[in-house]
């Protein structure tokens, strides 16, 4: 790996931040130490960072002059779990971890911005440096657009490092990159009874057993199979005994889609399944649809100068495609400008692919990732402010 020779000159910074967020993790709008961190240490590299944008999010401004306007986001949320990683500078705040490497995120946000205010000669235009809240489930990329947080940007960029790869690797494709999340919850009202007695009930287990079954064909046999569709099922709750019929049972669970066409297609066929599903049994069932994040669609050209910077870093490593079922906000920004989110790897050292998942109790990263994505970022803005 080519990693730029500023940044190795920093590295202890980078972890240092990393590990100080880890320990002191915030959920979504409550990352009031983290935000005031992140401020102390933009003003101490000479910058104006403006604060309680988007609620509690951070935006600074570093401007060489006339040029275009290039965002870099990171978002600064950890996730309500304990953590049972072992590290010594596990979270230090029961109930709540950085399970997913927001605060890598940030410490490689804040090491570009510590060489970049130090190294400024020879760019013309701004990096407007964005520190989000709430990406886990909130959307605060909505209300940091709200806040005006793109205003003047030209292009926006945004890293996630990436346990299912190794560090080395990075995932940047165009087009879809992760899907749109959206929840659902089901309620099924029957008519109870005795176990033993079914004339004259409608089992609400039987219902909803029907559903969960048919609600698979909608992926099998709707969708297109080289689009790539989910529809799951989380929770099934009801019943009462062993030996009662339910009257009640309540289903909850996501569908994924890369397009808006798949996404209104399962909501459609949903509700169809679920209209007839009620008329064959005689059941009365309410279906709530919560759209979630968008999908995740990175832009082309953006993506190409995101894949030119990457190679001089990783080499033939970059552009691994890496696609995911997940969902992130940094879709808002995406409908409202040009711009790539991609994936560095950050596998741990000496452990297989998937072992230490995101969003898993004793998560960790390998610290060496937290090097490669701010080389990258260095490498964008030589390429796109870079006086020519």
């Known amino acids: 790996m080519n990693i730029r020779s500023e940044i190795k000159d ?16 915030e959920l979504g709008f409550d990352e009031h130490r983290t935000s005031k961190i992140i401020g102390e240490a933009l003003k101490k590299m000479g910058l104006a960072p403006q604060m309680n944008v988007g609620k509690t999010g951070v935006t600074a401004d570093l401007t060489f002059g006339e040029g275009p306007t290039i965002a870099l986001r990171a978002d600064m949320d950890a996730l309500p779990m304990q953590e049972t990683s072992g590290l010594d500078f596990s979270s230090k705040h029961d109930g709540v971890m950085h399970a997913c490497g927001h605060d890598g995120h ?16 020879g760019f013309n235009g ?12 909130a959307g605060g990329a909505r209300y940091m657009i709200e806040d005006g947080c793109l205003d003047g940007v030209d292009e926006i960029y945004g890293i996630h490092v990436w346990n299912y790869q190794p560090v080395g690797e990075v995932g940047i494709t165009d087009g879809p990159v992760l899907a749109a999340a959206d929840m659902f919850e089901i309620k099924i009202k029957g008519i109870g009874g005795h176990g033993a007695a079914p004339q004259g009930t409608i089992d609400a287990v039987v219902v909803s057993s029907h559903l ?8 099998s046999r709707n969708t297109n199979p080289l689009e790539s569709t989910v529809v799951t099922i989380g929770t099934i709750n009801g019943g009462h005994n062993f030996n009662i019929i339910a009257d009640e049972v309540t289903l909850s669970g996501t569908a994924r889609a890369y397009t808006e066409e798949n996404r209104n297609l399962i909501k459609t066929r949903m509700a169809e399944i679920i209209d007839g599903v009620a008329k064959t049994f005689g059941a009365e069932i309410s279906f709530d649809y919560e759209d979630g994040y968008p999908p995740t669609i990175n832009h082309t050209d953006p993506a190409n100068k995101v894949l030119k910077a990457a190679e001089r870093v990783v080499g033939e490593k970059a552009g691994m495609p890496y696609l995911s079922m997940g969902g992130e906000d940094f879709s808002y920004y995406l409908q409202k400008i040009p711009g790539c989110f991609f994936f560095v790897g950050s596998a741990p050292n000496d452990q ?28 964008l803005v030589d390429d796109l402010l870079g006086i020519k």
């Not at 940030?106 to 000669?121: R, S």
């Open 10 to 25: 920093i590295e202890k910074n980078i972890i240092d931040w990393r590990r100080d967020f880890h320990q002191y993790p």
């Open 126 to 137: 701004t990096v407007r440096f964005i520190f989000q809240p709430a990406e886990e489930g």
């Open 106 to 121: 940030m410490a490689m946000l804040l090491g570009a911005a510590k060489v970049l205010t130090q190294n400024g000669d």
């Open 352 to 379: 297989k692919l998937f072992e230490t998942p995101h969003h898993c109790s004793h998560f960790t990263m390998d610290e060496r990732a937290l090097l490669v994505g701010p080389s990258i970022y260095l490498n």
């Open 212 to 219: 969960i079954q048919a609600f698979q064909t909608i992926v």
